[in-house]
Protein backbone atom coordinates (compact mmCIF):
# COMPACT_ATOMS: atom_id res chain seq x y z
CA UNK A 1 0.00 0.00 0.00
CA UNK A 2 1.22 3.79 -0.74
CA UNK A 3 2.56 5.88 2.13
CA UNK A 4 -0.31 8.61 1.24
CA UNK A 5 -2.91 5.96 1.47
CA UNK A 6 -1.41 4.74 5.17
CA UNK A 7 -1.47 8.18 6.12
CA UNK A 8 -5.32 8.84 5.40
CA UNK A 9 -6.01 5.00 6.88
CA UNK A 10 -3.76 6.06 10.30
CA UNK A 11 -5.86 9.16 10.67
CA UNK A 12 -9.25 7.83 9.97
CA UNK A 13 -8.81 5.11 12.55
CA UNK A 14 -8.08 7.73 15.48
CA UNK A 15 -11.60 9.03 14.58
CA UNK A 16 -13.87 7.06 13.17
CA UNK A 17 -15.89 5.26 16.33
CA UNK A 18 -16.42 9.19 17.45
CA UNK A 19 -18.40 9.98 14.49
CA UNK A 20 -21.87 10.07 14.55
CA UNK A 21 -24.92 10.34 11.65
CA UNK A 22 -27.42 12.77 12.99
CA UNK A 23 -31.23 12.35 11.51
CA UNK A 24 -33.36 15.40 12.36
CA UNK A 25 -37.26 15.11 12.59
CA UNK A 26 -40.02 16.98 13.50
CA UNK A 27 -43.13 16.27 15.47
CA UNK A 28 -46.81 16.70 13.25
CA UNK A 29 -49.84 15.56 14.85
CA UNK A 30 -47.63 13.05 17.06
CA UNK A 31 -45.74 12.10 13.66
CA UNK A 32 -41.65 12.06 12.50
CA UNK A 33 -41.56 13.63 9.88
CA UNK A 34 -38.04 13.59 8.51
CA UNK A 35 -36.62 17.15 8.94
CA UNK A 36 -32.63 16.82 7.08
CA UNK A 37 -29.88 15.06 8.50
CA UNK A 38 -25.64 15.80 8.93
CA UNK A 39 -23.09 14.41 11.03
CA UNK A 40 -21.37 15.53 13.84
CA UNK A 41 -18.33 13.82 16.44
CA UNK A 42 -18.55 12.80 20.23
CA UNK A 43 -15.98 15.07 22.36
CA UNK A 44 -16.55 13.67 25.86
CA UNK A 45 -17.17 10.28 26.96
CA UNK A 46 -20.28 10.87 29.12
CA UNK A 47 -21.71 11.68 25.39
CA UNK A 48 -21.16 14.98 24.33
CA UNK A 49 -21.81 15.95 20.43
CA UNK A 50 -20.48 18.86 18.53
CA UNK A 51 -22.89 19.63 15.60
CA UNK A 52 -23.68 22.58 13.58
CA UNK A 53 -26.63 24.66 14.61
CA UNK A 54 -28.69 24.45 11.31
CA UNK A 55 -28.32 20.47 11.10
CA UNK A 56 -31.17 20.61 14.46
CA UNK A 57 -32.74 24.20 13.90
CA UNK A 58 -35.61 22.55 12.97
CA UNK A 59 -35.57 19.51 15.12
CA UNK A 60 -38.57 18.33 17.41
CA UNK A 61 -36.23 14.90 17.73
CA UNK A 62 -32.73 14.20 17.35
CA UNK A 63 -31.29 10.39 16.30
CA UNK A 64 -27.71 10.40 16.51
CA UNK A 65 -26.46 6.76 15.03
CA UNK A 66 -23.11 5.09 16.00
CA UNK A 67 -20.43 3.74 13.44
CA UNK A 68 -21.68 0.39 15.22
CA UNK A 69 -25.18 0.98 14.19
CA UNK A 70 -26.68 1.96 17.86
CA UNK A 71 -29.11 4.19 17.72
CA UNK A 72 -29.67 6.81 20.48
CA UNK A 73 -31.89 9.84 20.95
CA UNK A 74 -30.17 13.30 21.76
CA UNK A 75 -30.99 16.37 23.12
CA UNK A 76 -29.57 19.99 22.43
CA UNK A 77 -27.13 20.71 25.47
CA UNK A 78 -26.11 24.67 23.59
CA UNK A 79 -26.53 26.54 20.13
CA UNK A 80 -25.06 28.98 19.14
CA UNK A 81 -26.57 29.74 15.59
CA UNK A 82 -23.75 33.01 15.39
CA UNK A 83 -20.76 30.63 15.25
CA UNK A 84 -23.50 28.07 13.51
CA UNK A 85 -21.91 25.38 16.82
CA UNK A 86 -24.36 23.16 18.47
CA UNK A 87 -23.74 20.48 21.49
CA UNK A 88 -26.19 17.36 21.90
CA UNK A 89 -26.30 14.81 24.43
CA UNK A 90 -26.56 10.96 24.51
CA UNK A 91 -27.36 9.43 27.88
CA UNK A 92 -24.38 7.04 29.26
CA UNK A 93 -20.95 6.81 28.98
CA UNK A 94 -17.73 5.18 28.05
CA UNK A 95 -18.10 6.53 24.39
CA UNK A 96 -14.95 6.75 21.57
CA UNK A 97 -14.02 10.21 22.09
CA UNK A 98 -12.27 12.99 19.48
CA UNK A 99 -9.46 14.24 20.14
CA UNK A 100 -9.31 18.08 19.84
CA UNK A 101 -6.36 19.31 18.29
CA UNK A 102 -4.92 22.83 18.14
CA UNK A 103 -6.18 25.00 15.12
CA UNK A 104 -3.12 27.71 15.64
CA UNK A 105 -0.85 24.89 14.42
CA UNK A 106 -2.28 24.79 11.25
CA UNK A 107 -0.40 25.90 7.91
CA UNK A 108 -1.74 26.73 4.68
CA UNK A 109 -1.26 23.70 2.38
CA UNK A 110 -1.45 21.13 4.92
CA UNK A 111 -2.92 17.72 4.19
CA UNK A 112 -7.18 17.76 5.92
CA UNK A 113 -9.54 15.15 6.18
CA UNK A 114 -12.96 15.19 6.24
CA UNK A 115 -15.38 12.70 7.77
CA UNK A 116 -19.33 12.60 7.71
CA UNK A 117 -22.11 11.43 5.80
CA UNK A 118 -23.33 13.64 2.54
CA UNK A 119 -26.49 12.85 1.34
CA UNK A 120 -26.62 9.88 3.97
CA UNK A 121 -23.92 7.84 2.57
CA UNK A 122 -22.63 7.30 6.30
CA UNK A 123 -19.33 7.63 7.56
CA UNK A 124 -17.85 9.31 3.97
CA UNK A 125 -14.34 10.22 3.34
CA UNK A 126 -12.62 13.35 1.74
CA UNK A 127 -9.64 14.68 1.69
CA UNK A 128 -8.18 18.26 0.45
CA UNK A 129 -5.75 20.76 1.84
CA UNK A 130 -5.73 23.60 3.76
CA UNK A 131 -6.59 27.02 1.45
CA UNK A 132 -6.82 29.72 4.48
CA UNK A 133 -7.52 30.37 7.89
CA UNK A 134 -9.44 33.14 9.96
CA UNK A 135 -11.93 33.43 7.25
CA UNK A 136 -15.00 35.56 7.85
CA UNK A 137 -18.11 33.80 5.79
CA UNK A 138 -21.07 35.08 4.86
CA UNK A 139 -23.85 32.28 4.20
CA UNK A 140 -26.67 32.23 1.78
CA UNK A 141 -29.20 33.04 4.38
CA UNK A 142 -26.94 36.39 5.30
CA UNK A 143 -25.55 35.35 8.42
CA UNK A 144 -21.80 36.10 9.03
CA UNK A 145 -19.66 33.37 10.64
CA UNK A 146 -16.10 33.92 11.64
CA UNK A 147 -13.28 32.25 12.71
CA UNK A 148 -14.06 29.39 9.62
CA UNK A 149 -10.92 26.96 7.76
CA UNK A 150 -11.19 27.17 3.72
CA UNK A 151 -9.99 24.35 2.16
CA UNK A 152 -10.97 22.54 -1.10
CA UNK A 153 -11.92 18.70 0.64
CA UNK A 154 -15.25 17.92 -1.10
CA UNK A 155 -18.38 18.21 1.06
CA UNK A 156 -21.92 17.88 0.11
CA UNK A 157 -25.48 18.38 2.00
CA UNK A 158 -25.27 15.90 5.45
CA UNK A 159 -21.18 16.68 6.02
CA UNK A 160 -21.85 19.59 7.82
CA UNK A 161 -20.97 19.21 11.64
CA UNK A 162 -18.32 16.61 10.96
CA UNK A 163 -15.22 16.55 11.78
CA UNK A 164 -11.93 18.03 9.69
CA UNK A 165 -9.46 16.10 10.99
CA UNK A 166 -5.09 16.49 10.28
CA UNK A 167 -3.06 13.35 9.63
CA UNK A 168 -2.70 12.39 13.45
CA UNK A 169 -6.52 12.19 13.88
CA UNK A 170 -7.12 15.40 15.46
CA UNK A 171 -9.99 17.53 14.98
CA UNK A 172 -9.08 21.01 14.01
CA UNK A 173 -12.53 22.05 12.78
CA UNK A 174 -16.05 21.53 12.11
CA UNK A 175 -17.38 21.26 9.01
CA UNK A 176 -20.04 23.71 7.95
CA UNK A 177 -20.56 24.66 4.52
CA UNK A 178 -19.60 25.07 0.90
CA UNK A 179 -20.30 28.02 -1.70
CA UNK A 180 -22.82 26.67 -4.17
CA UNK A 181 -21.63 26.64 -7.70
CA UNK A 182 -18.04 27.24 -6.84
CA UNK A 183 -15.22 24.31 -7.14
CA UNK A 184 -13.31 23.48 -4.03
CA UNK A 185 -14.27 25.91 -1.95
CA UNK A 186 -15.27 24.37 1.78
CA UNK A 187 -15.29 25.60 4.65
CA UNK A 188 -14.95 24.31 8.68
CA UNK A 189 -15.54 25.77 11.68
CA UNK A 190 -12.02 26.66 13.51
CA UNK A 191 -11.70 23.80 16.65
CA UNK A 192 -10.13 26.62 18.84
CA UNK A 193 -13.01 28.89 18.42
CA UNK A 194 -15.58 25.75 19.16
CA UNK A 195 -14.27 24.70 22.22
CA UNK A 196 -14.46 28.55 23.37
CA UNK A 197 -17.63 28.48 22.33
CA UNK A 198 -18.55 24.77 24.28
CA UNK A 199 -17.02 26.29 27.09
CA UNK A 200 -19.28 29.35 27.26
CA UNK A 201 -22.48 27.40 26.46
CA UNK A 202 -21.65 24.83 29.42
CA UNK A 203 -20.75 27.64 31.83
CA UNK A 204 -23.38 29.62 30.83
CA UNK A 205 -25.98 28.95 28.53
CA UNK A 206 -25.60 31.35 25.97
CA UNK A 207 -22.30 33.51 24.41
CA UNK A 208 -22.24 37.08 24.77
CA UNK A 209 -19.92 38.02 22.59
CA UNK A 210 -18.83 42.20 21.73
CA UNK A 211 -19.10 43.05 17.80
CA UNK A 212 -17.17 45.46 15.89
CA UNK A 213 -18.25 44.79 12.45
CA UNK A 214 -15.67 43.60 10.14
CA UNK A 215 -15.52 40.85 7.99
CA UNK A 216 -11.61 39.66 8.46
CA UNK A 217 -8.74 36.91 7.22
CA UNK A 218 -6.15 36.02 8.75
CA UNK A 219 -2.72 36.75 6.95
CA UNK A 220 1.19 36.71 7.72
CA UNK A 221 2.47 40.09 8.28
CA UNK A 222 5.73 41.07 5.68
CA UNK A 223 8.69 40.45 7.45
CA UNK A 224 10.16 43.93 6.94
CA UNK A 225 7.04 45.51 8.28
CA UNK A 226 7.11 43.58 11.59
CA UNK A 227 11.13 44.74 11.83
CA UNK A 228 10.02 48.23 11.08
CA UNK A 229 7.12 48.55 13.97
CA UNK A 230 9.05 46.41 16.29
CA UNK A 231 5.74 43.99 15.99
CA UNK A 232 6.61 40.53 17.97
CA UNK A 233 3.51 39.02 15.71
CA UNK A 234 4.01 36.38 12.87
CA UNK A 235 -0.04 37.02 11.74
CA UNK A 236 -2.46 39.60 11.51
CA UNK A 237 -6.01 40.25 10.43
CA UNK A 238 -7.07 41.55 6.90
CA UNK A 239 -9.92 43.36 7.29
CA UNK A 240 -11.80 42.57 3.97
CA UNK A 241 -14.83 44.41 4.91
CA UNK A 242 -16.65 46.62 7.31
CA UNK A 243 -20.63 46.83 7.92
CA UNK A 244 -22.44 49.99 7.60
CA UNK A 245 -22.89 51.51 11.02
CA UNK A 246 -20.95 49.30 12.83
CA UNK A 247 -18.90 50.11 15.43
CA UNK A 248 -15.69 49.30 13.26
CA UNK A 249 -17.73 51.85 10.77
CA UNK A 250 -17.47 54.48 13.59
CA UNK A 251 -13.94 54.00 14.00
CA UNK A 252 -12.79 54.32 10.76
CA UNK A 253 -11.65 50.93 10.10
CA UNK A 254 -11.07 50.63 6.94
CA UNK A 255 -11.01 47.45 4.22
CA UNK A 256 -6.98 47.16 3.60
CA UNK A 257 -5.71 47.22 7.65
CA UNK A 258 -4.57 44.57 9.37
CA UNK A 259 -5.22 44.58 13.23
CA UNK A 260 -2.31 43.51 15.09
CA UNK A 261 -3.01 44.50 18.71
CA UNK A 262 -6.98 45.00 20.53
CA UNK A 263 -7.27 46.04 23.89
CA UNK A 264 -3.32 45.86 25.13
CA UNK A 265 -3.24 42.05 23.68
CA UNK A 266 -1.15 41.17 20.51
CA UNK A 267 -3.44 39.55 18.34
CA UNK A 268 -2.14 37.06 16.06
CA UNK A 269 -5.20 35.20 14.85
CA UNK A 270 -9.05 35.51 14.56
CA UNK A 271 -9.59 32.89 17.43
CA UNK A 272 -7.45 35.23 19.62
CA UNK A 273 -9.74 38.65 18.77
CA UNK A 274 -12.71 36.21 19.17
CA UNK A 275 -11.29 35.44 23.35
CA UNK A 276 -10.53 39.00 23.52
CA UNK A 277 -14.09 40.35 22.53
CA UNK A 278 -16.04 39.02 25.70
CA UNK A 279 -18.90 40.78 27.75
CA UNK A 280 -16.68 42.82 29.54
CA UNK A 281 -15.51 44.95 26.29
CA UNK A 282 -19.53 45.84 25.72
CA UNK A 283 -19.39 49.17 25.42
CA UNK A 284 -16.33 50.28 26.33
CA UNK A 285 -13.68 52.55 24.67
CA UNK A 286 -10.66 50.08 23.59
CA UNK A 287 -7.49 50.82 21.89
CA UNK A 288 -7.21 48.95 18.59
CA UNK A 289 -3.89 49.00 16.51
CA UNK A 290 -3.69 48.65 12.65
CA UNK A 291 -1.61 48.28 9.72
CA UNK A 292 -2.38 50.75 7.36
CA UNK A 293 -0.12 51.58 3.93
CA UNK A 294 2.87 50.26 5.93
CA UNK A 295 2.02 52.77 9.05
CA UNK A 296 0.96 52.06 12.81
CA UNK A 297 -2.13 53.58 13.43
CA UNK A 298 -4.04 53.52 16.61
CA UNK A 299 -7.42 54.01 16.38
CA UNK A 300 -10.57 53.78 19.51
CA UNK A 301 -13.21 51.71 19.08
CA UNK A 302 -16.39 51.03 21.18
CA UNK A 303 -17.91 47.39 20.56
CA UNK A 304 -21.96 46.61 20.95
CA UNK A 305 -23.25 43.69 22.19
CA UNK A 306 -23.64 41.03 19.59
CA UNK A 307 -27.35 40.66 18.35
CA UNK A 308 -29.28 37.83 16.53
Known sequence: MDEFSKIIITAIDQIKNAVVKIDVFRLHNNRKMPAGSGSGFVFSSDGLIFTNAHVIAKAGLI???????????ASISGKDPDSDI?????????YSVATLGDSQQLRIGQLLIAIGNPLGYQHSVSAGILSGVGRTLRTAGG????????????LNPGNSGGPLINTSGEVVGINTAIIGGAQGLSFAIDINMAKEIARQL???????RAYMGVMIQEIEIHPRLRNFHRL???????????HE??????????????????DGQMITGSPGLF??????????????KVLRKGALVELEIIPVEKTP
Open 232 to 242: TNTKGLLVSGV
Open 202 to 208: MQYGKVT
Open 275 to 288: RVLTAEKINKPLQI
Open 86 to 94: AILKVHGNG
Open 143 to 154: QVIENVLQTDAP
Open 245 to 262: NSPAKKAQLAEGDIIVDF
Open 63 to 73: RVILLDGTELE
